[in-house]
């Protein structure tokens, strides 16, 4: 794994259509933390994520890899050290799992070359890692949605990023999976890796994350330990909600409980 210092944003403004989403946001994705995006629906943080993706261009500022410029990069490069995971993420192809997982080596592959042995071991480790080996030959048109959700995950861990962006990944997951998905994501950047994610369950933020940013009209509102973030005022002032806090085996949890 190659070294890897903060995926950052400066002053970054994103447009979609003509219209500014994100406006001078400052951020900086460090490795070995998680980093959970938080915010209500229209909030800018879909398009924050593709921005640090290199998926979208900067209207303003910039996104910046250990201090170079993402534009800079050649688009393999880019590939091979950034994995992002879409929201809704779609296979329109009724593929086996296991080829579809094996696509995240593609980025580590020349023109025309065949998987080796250490791709095969590396989607190995991925299928286990999300637990979808019993699901390696079935066709993912077949699977279920959560079955769907993790198969893609998978295809973005096989291809063994430095950094993994995730848009709300938990959304289409059973309880017992979402904690199993941010169980995962945390030991992956507890081995030095960055981890940023889009996220509507602020329950799970709570717990797992270690730097939350709050977001509200494109801007940034709140950032810093969950006790900084998810505080009443926040929640009234931003999802306008009210919400239960408290503590549980030494972490914290929070509830949303009605409306502000």
Same mark, same amino acid.
């Given at each position: 794994?190659? #070294?890897?210092?903060?995926?950052?944003?400066?002053?970054?403004?994103?447009h979609l259509g003509g219209v500014p989403v994100v406006e001078g946001v400052d951020l900086a994705l460090r490795p070995g933390?998680?980093?959970?995006?938080?915010?209500?629906?229209?909030?800018?943080?879909?398009?924050?994520?593709?921005?640090?993706?290199?998926?979208?261009? #900067?209207?303003?500022?910039?996104?910046?890899?250990?201090?170079?410029?993402?534009?800079?990069?050649?688009?393999?490069?880019?590939?091979?050290?950034?994995?992002?995971?879409?929201?809704?993420?779609?296979?329109?192809?009724?593929?086996?799992?296991?080829?579809?997982?094996?696509?995240?080596?593609?980025?580590?592959?020349? #023109?025309?070359?065949?998987?080796?042995?250490?791709?095969?071991?590396?989607?190995?480790?991925?299928?286990?890692?999300?637990?979808?080996?019993?699901?390696?030959?079935?066709?993912?048109?077949?699977?279920?949605?959560?079955?769907?959700?993790?198969?893609?995950?998978?295809?973005?861990?096989?291809?063994?990023?430095?950094?993994?962006?995730?848009?709300?990944?938990?959304?289409?997951?059973?309880?017992?999976?979402?904690?199993?998905?941010?169980?995962?994501?945390?030991d992956y950047a507890r081995e030095g890796r960055t981890v940023g994610l889009v996220l509507h369950d602020l329950n799970l933020a709570a717990r797992f994350a270690d730097q939350l940013v709050l977001?509200?009209?494109?801007?940034?509102?709140?950032?810093?330990?969950?006790?900084?973030?998810?505080?009443?005022?926040?929640?009234?002032?931003?999802?306008?909600?009210?919400?239960?806090?408290?503590?549980?085996?030494?972490?914290?949890?929070?509830?949303?409980?009605?409306?502000?």
């Amino acid at each position: 794994m190659s #070294p890897v210092r903060t995926l950052e944003a400066r002053d970054l403004t994103l447009h979609l259509g003509g219209v500014p989403v994100v406006e001078g946001v400052d951020l900086a994705l460090r490795p070995g933390e998680v980093t959970a995006v938080l915010g209500p629906n229209g909030a800018g943080k879909s398009t924050l994520l593709r921005g640090l993706a290199g998926l979208h261009r #900067p209207h303003g500022g910039s996104v910046t890899l250990d201090e170079v410029d993402l534009a800079r990069l050649p688009a393999d490069e880019r590939a091979r050290r950034i994995g992002y995971l879409p929201q809704d993420a779609t296979v329109h192809w009724p593929l086996a799992a296991e080829r579809v997982v094996a696509l995240g080596r593609i980025p580590h592959l020349g #023109p025309w070359q065949r998987l080796g042995a250490e791709d095969g071991y590396a989607v190995d480790r991925a299928l286990a890692a999300t637990g979808v080996e019993h699901l390696r030959e079935r066709a993912v048109t077949q699977l279920s949605g959560g079955e769907r959700a993790r198969v893609l995950l998978a295809r973005v861990l096989a291809g063994e990023p430095d950094i993994l962006l995730a848009d709300e990944p938990v959304g289409g997951l059973d309880p017992y999976h979402q904690v199993h998905f941010m169980e995962l994501v945390r030991d992956y950047a507890r081995e030095g890796r960055t981890v940023g994610l889009v996220l509507h369950d602020l329950n799970l933020a709570a717990r797992f994350a270690d730097q939350l940013v709050l977001m509200d009209e494109g801007r940034i509102v709140a950032r810093g330990r969950a006790s900084e973030v998810l505080d009443p005022r926040h929640l009234a002032d931003v999802f306008g909600i009210r919400a239960v806090f408290g503590e549980a085996e030494g972490e914290p949890y929070v509830v949303p409980w009605g409306r502000a």
